[in-house]
């Protein structure tokens, strides 16, 4: 069962800073953000997105898809971290430690 390992599991992080200083900046902001959810990505704080993904071959699509829909104007990064870096991620709010709010697994035809 190689191909469901938790090393070979990917999740993409979409982390980004982008303007919002004028109408067509927020409508840009907007478009964008629309374009991360379509594609099946959701939120994980305010300027960062998730989406599981089957294999690095799998987020490379994804990865290629973001890109194709960057806006003009900010910063985007992209990341890619196994299946098992994600479920070490420790989220605090204030001084208790929370379990990280993660979007549920989703499913893929092949």
Same mark, same amino acid.
């Given at each position: 069962m190689e +191909?469901?390992?938790e090393y070979r599991v990917m999740w993409v992080l979409v982390l980004f800073d982008l303007p919002t200083e004028t109408k067509r900046d927020i409508k840009?902001?907007?478009?964008? +953000?629309?374009n991360l959810i +379509?594609?099946?990505f959701t939120m994980f704080q305010?300027?960062?997105y998730v989406r599981h993904?089957?294999?690095?071959?799998?987020?490379?699509?994804?990865i290629k898809r973001v890109h194709s829909f960057l806006p003009d104007f900010g910063s985007v990064a992209l990341m890619c971290i196994t299946d098992? /870096?994600?479920?070490?991620i420790k989220v605090f709010y204030g001084t208790k430690p929370l379990k990280p709010n993660a979007?549920? /697994?989703q499913l893929e035809l092949f």
């Amino acid at each position: 069962m190689e +191909r469901l390992n938790e090393y070979r599991v990917m999740w993409v992080l979409v982390l980004f800073d982008l303007p919002t200083e004028t109408k067509r900046d927020i409508k840009a902001y907007a478009i964008f +953000r629309k374009n991360l959810i +379509r594609d099946g990505f959701t939120m994980f704080q305010k300027s960062i997105y998730v989406r599981h993904c089957a294999s690095m071959e799998n987020a490379e699509v994804h990865i290629k898809r973001v890109h194709s829909f960057l806006p003009d104007f900010g910063s985007v990064a992209l990341m890619c971290i196994t299946d098992k /870096q994600f479920g070490d991620i420790k989220v605090f709010y204030g001084t208790k430690p929370l379990k990280p709010n993660a979007p549920g /697994q989703q499913l893929e035809l092949f």
